[in-house]
């Protein structure tokens, strides 16, 4: 519903292909020798941690799809790892297997506890553990279609958000992402620049919310060039706000110096012929129920829809929000 209505004809190539990126931690060499000798193929690209500070580095940079994290380590514990990513809104939905050589049933619950999706015991059957991090990975993208791209959370995972907040009866708001002119820049530029405003604009987002938002605010990936915030009223003007300020601050830097100075590009438009465009802006519609009730997804994707095209009427970058009392 979310997509259909938002998405549109918005969609960046290269998003259905990819190798999984595997980040297996662990303190002992041979055991990351064999478990990435296990998982080498088309299939994945496995990275290697030696400790959890390193791994909680390469999860911010490499944003892999899951994460095989031993228990015993020192100075910090794959327990504590897995609390700090469960913390983090670009982390808290990879799946997380723990590995340790304790067996009782206390420890696996308490492994459980700090946000773990599997657990296994030492010594491992290689090859088992190769089937659960594939049965992870297809339930990861069947319940959230992460994001190859940005690695944020997608389609159903976002209708998901937003239908827990309504059964909860809580109020809340939703903050429609969308970049203007993103179109007639990856035609000039071409798609591999074009993902990488992508990348900028995820950053820009998520620094937002980590600077203004909370633990349980939530980030999507609709795709292409739409993002989504789930958030509360009190906290999305200045989510939005900074989005903004960040995006506005670095999207000069990802066009060639002659189309800077100029302040736009020239490219084609919707009907194929040849436009002048100026420096990307981005605009942000908050729909909210706090003045009406809104009682399922599809409601929240069809006011989300009808600000962007208001918002998209005002020069430069900006937010709107829905100002109306009833339906």
Same mark, same amino acid.
């Given at each position: 519903?979310?997509?259909?209505?938002?998405?549109?004809?918005?969609?960046?190539?290269?998003? =259905?292909?990819? !190798?999984?990126? /595997?980040?297996?931690?662990?303190?002992?060499?041979? @055991? !990351?020798?064999? @478990?990435?000798?296990? +998982?080498?193929?088309?299939?994945?690209?496995?990275?290697?941690a030696r400790d959890g500070m390193e791994a909680l580095q390469l999860c911010e940079i490499e944003r892999p799809d899951i994460v095989v994290l031993d228990v015993m380590m020192p100075d910090l514990d794959g327990l504590e790892v897995c609390l700090r990513l469960r913390g983090e809104a670009l982390t808290r939905h990879i799946p997380i297997i723990l590995l340790t050589a304790k067996g009782l049933l206390e420890d696996k619950i308490k492994g459980m506890d700090t946000g773990a999706d599997d657990?296994?015991?030492? $010594?491992?059957?290689?090859?088992?553990?190769? #089937?659960?991090? =594939?049965?992870? +990975?297809?339930?990861?993208?069947?319940?959230?279609?992460? =994001?190859?791209?940005?690695?944020? $959370?997608?389609?159903r995972a976002i209708e998901e958000a937003i239908d827990t907040r309504i059964r909860a009866g809580l109020r809340f #708001?939703?903050?429609? /992402?969308? +970049?203007?002119? *993103?179109? #007639?820049?990856?035609?000039?530029?071409? *798609?591999? #620049?074009?993902?990488?405003? /992508?990348? +900028?604009t995820t950053q820009a987002i998520l620094e937002s919310v980590d600077k203004y938002g909370d633990a349980d605010d939530f980030i999507g990936h609709i795709g292409g060039d739409d993002f989504i915030v789930?958030?509360?009223?009190?906290?999305?003007?200045? @989510? &939005?706000?900074? @989005?903004?300020? /960040?995006f506005d601050a670095r999207i000069p830097e990802c066009y060639e110096p002659e189309d800077r100075e100029r302040g736009s590009i020239i490219s084609t438009d919707r009907q194929g012929k040849l436009n002048e465009f100026p420096i990307m802006t981005i605009s942000i519609a908050v729909a909210h129920n706090t003045y009406r009730d809104l009682d399922h997804p599809g409601k929240v994707a069809q006011i989300a829809a009808e600000l962007k095209k208001y918002a998209k009427t005002?020069?430069? &970058?900006?937010?709107?929000f829905d100002r109306r009392r009833r339906d």
């Amino acid at each position: 519903m979310f997509d259909e209505i938002l998405r549109g004809e918005h969609s960046q190539p290269g998003e =259905s292909k990819k !190798r999984y990126k /595997i980040l297996v931690v662990d303190d002992d060499p041979n @055991i !990351r020798e064999l @478990i990435v000798e296990t +998982l080498n193929g088309d299939k994945y690209n496995p990275l290697e941690a030696r400790d959890g500070m390193e791994a909680l580095q390469l999860c911010e940079i490499e944003r892999p799809d899951i994460v095989v994290l031993d228990v015993m380590m020192p100075d910090l514990d794959g327990l504590e790892v897995c609390l700090r990513l469960r913390g983090e809104a670009l982390t808290r939905h990879i799946p997380i297997i723990l590995l340790t050589a304790k067996g009782l049933l206390e420890d696996k619950i308490k492994g459980m506890d700090t946000g773990a999706d599997d657990y296994m015991t030492k $010594p491992f059957d290689p090859l088992e553990l190769e #089937a659960r991090i =594939s049965m992870h +990975l297809r339930r990861s993208v069947r319940d959230g279609e992460a =994001s190859p791209l940005t690695g944020l $959370p997608g389609n159903r995972a976002i209708e998901e958000a937003i239908d827990t907040r309504i059964r909860a009866g809580l109020r809340f #708001a939703v903050c429609y /992402i969308d +970049l203007d002119d *993103f179109k #007639a820049y990856n035609d000039r530029y071409g *798609f591999h #620049a074009g993902s990488e405003v /992508i990348k +900028l604009t995820t950053q820009a987002i998520l620094e937002s919310v980590d600077k203004y938002g909370d633990a349980d605010d939530f980030i999507g990936h609709i795709g292409g060039d739409d993002f989504i915030v789930v958030t509360e009223m009190k906290r999305a003007p200045l @989510i &939005s706000q900074e @989005i903004i300020r /960040i995006f506005d601050a670095r999207i000069p830097e990802c066009y060639e110096p002659e189309d800077r100075e100029r302040g736009s590009i020239i490219s084609t438009d919707r009907q194929g012929k040849l436009n002048e465009f100026p420096i990307m802006t981005i605009s942000i519609a908050v729909a909210h129920n706090t003045y009406r009730d809104l009682d399922h997804p599809g409601k929240v994707a069809q006011i989300a829809a009808e600000l962007k095209k208001y918002a998209k009427t005002m020069e430069g &970058s900006n937010y709107v929000f829905d100002r109306r009392r009833r339906d």
